[in-house]
């Protein structure tokens, strides 16, 4: 059986947000966008560098995916970290 590497939809849109990741610090939102991102590419067959690039930012900010989640599950209990950009408010989760 072949191994087949996948192209995400999203990954050219989301591999400049995982570099201003990598090179940002864990304020609210990066944390909040971090988690949402690991979400999405959980278990997707392709993306190597963005999945790799998403552990080493969790490394980096001296955190578990665990601690990540415990974190934006606080930040999203406390209210709306997503602002409308002026149209409907849209949730990204795929």
């Known amino acids: 059986m072949e ?22 610090e864990a ?5 909040v966008e971090l988690a ?4 999405r590419y959980q278990g997707f ?8 690039n998403l552990d080493t930012i969790l490394q980096q900010w001296g955190m578990t995916e665990a601690e990540l989640f ?7 209990d406390v209210g709306v970290i997503y602002k409308s950009r002026g149209k409907k408010e849209e949730q990204d989760w795929n």
């Open 70 to 76: 415990e974190k934006t599950r606080a930040i999203h």
């Open 36 to 39: 949402r991102l690991r979400i």
């Open 45 to 52: 067959p392709g993306a190597r560098d963005i999945q790799q």
């Open 3 to 24: 191994n087949k590497e996948q192209q995400h939809p999203l990954y050219n849109r989301d591999l400049p947000l995982v570099e201003s990741l990598l090179a940002g």
């Open 27 to 31: 304020t609210d939102y990066n944390l």
